[in-house]
């Protein structure tokens, strides 16, 4: 099993949807998360961390299940320009500061007119 | 605050020859991480220094390698280039600060083997 597992998708949604997007990980010693957005044939880049107690962040909502183990990320009023893939990012660690980060291979999104 | 900075933006080789990228940390941060991106498929995890040291290698074969300076920008040497080594080569750097912190990628280095 992947430590990291997304559905590739593609999510083709209209403009104004809502749509979500869940990642799963396999280590329960897992300790950060993070959504990552990637543009075609450009770097990711840091949408946001995920908290424990979730968080917003405009129309963008990320959600960390523990118990479940995967984190969610949901994306109101959906805008042409959140066409791009989105990566889930899982870290762990342990006191000797050994820090393992492992990316999901992403979720395509299509916003369509 | 400058952000990851990688050079060269493009790179076109031969197979058989040998390919320098090189990469510079955002300022204060000691982890440096390396990745491929081939065309449409997701990151594949190659290397990662912190504090000059090779902490985690992924699963590339030892013609990749690399090194980390005292300045901590680094450097990633891939030898005897196939043409299946074409591909976008991301860095990434890492604050390892208290809490954990998350990775701020450069713009990447396109490579092309021909």
């Known amino acids: 099993r992947k430590e990291v597992e997304q559905d590739p998708g593609p999510f083709n949604v209209p403009e104004g949807a809502t749509v979500a997007f869940n990642c799963t990980y396999s280590n329960s010693a897992s300790q950060s998360f993070f959504w990552y957005r990637q543009d075609c044939r450009k770097e990711p880049k840091l949408l946001m961390s995920?908290?424990?107690s979730g968080n917003e962040d405009g129309r963008f909502t990320a959600q960390l299940n523990r118990a479940s183990q995967y984190i969610s990320l949901l994306i109101r009023d959906s805008k042409l320009s959140d066409s791009a893939t989105y990566l889930c990012?899982?870290?762990?660690?342990?006191?000797?500061?050994?820090?393992?980060?492992?990316f999901g291979t992403g979720t395509k999104l299509q916003v369509i007119p | 605050e400058a952000g990851v900075t990688q050079s060269p933006t493009h790179l076109i080789k031969t197979r058989g020859q040998q390919a320098t990228l090189r990469c510079s940390p955002i300022?204060?941060?000691?982890?440096v991480y390396w990745y491929q991106q081939a065309l449409g498929l997701g990151l594949q995890f190659l290397l990662w220094?912190?504090?000059?040291?090779?902490?985690n290698r992924g699963n590339f074969p030892p013609r990749f390698s690399g090194r980390q300076f005292p300045n901590y920008s680094s450097e990633l040497n891939v030898n005897a280039l196939e043409l299946e080594d074409s591909a976008l080569y991301l860095c990434a750097s890492r604050s390892t600060g208290q809490g954990n912190q998350p990775q701020h990628f450069g713009d990447g280095t396109r490579l092309s083997i021909l």
């Open positions: 995920v908290y424990s």
């Open positions: 220094y912190d504090e000059g040291e090779e902490r």
């Open positions: 990012v899982v870290n762990r660690g342990n006191s000797g500061g050994y820090q393992k980060v492992t």
């Open positions: 300022s204060g941060h000691t982890s």
